[in-house]
């Protein structure tokens, strides 16, 4: 179940790797107001998701309720930073309009790996055996979600005007935060 963890792990670190990490002590920008805002749901999210694979390193612990609890708990965790992404709107950048259509498509994909989950979890899994045999797809469905955060952030990095939402990274506290749990 160590996939699951590093899964958190990932995220935490695909958010660094595309953003950068530094700090400033200038009052902040609008831009780098909603840089703290994705740093901050991105913290929650990856907080949440290493919770459950720490609960799921174990899994023979987990009791039906406890398993099907778990895996729940990071399906809201999921609807919750995708509505955050959502809310996130437009930076005030030269790329703003396609880095808020990137992440409202990141949400959409979320959404959707969301549901698999649930549907996963919900399909003939009355027994701690039914929901075991189901781990390898509840791994692969929160890895495929690192990875189309890590792609929707290489599609950040690339925009014409990146280099303001860089700034805006490095200057937000939320973001230096992420950075020091890495």
Do not use: H, Y
């Not at 695909?14 to 700090?23: F, K, N, S």
């Not at 790996?113 to 979890?121: F, G, H, M």
């Amino acid at each position: 179940m160590r996939r699951t963890t590093s899964v958190a792990a990932l995220l935490a670190g695909l958010v660094l790797a595309a953003a950068g990490c530094g700090g400033s002590d200038d009052e902040a920008t609008s831009t780098e107001a909603w840089a703290a805002g994705l740093c901050t749901s991105i913290s929650t999210w990856t907080t949440a998701l290493g919770e459950a694979g720490t609960a799921l390193s174990d899994p023979s612990s987990l009791s039906v309720d406890g398993f099907k609890s778990t895996i729940e708990g990071a399906i809201d965790a999921t609807g919750t930073f995708g509505d955050d992404l959502r809310g996130l709107g437009r930076p005030d950048t030269e790329a703003g309009s396609t880095a808020s259509d990137e992440l409202n498509q990141l949400a959409d994909q979320l959404d959707d790996q969301r549901d698999e989950l649930s549907a996963t979890i919900d399909e003939d899994a009355d027994t701690i055996s039914d929901l075991l045999g189901k781990l390898s797809s509840i791994t692969s469905t929160l890895t495929s979600m690192a990875n189309e955060v890590g792609q929707t952030f290489d599609n950040l990095s690339n925009l014409d005007g990146a280099a303001e939402l860089e700034s805006a990274f490095e200057d937000a506290e939320s973001c230096q935060q992420l950075g020091s749990t890495r």
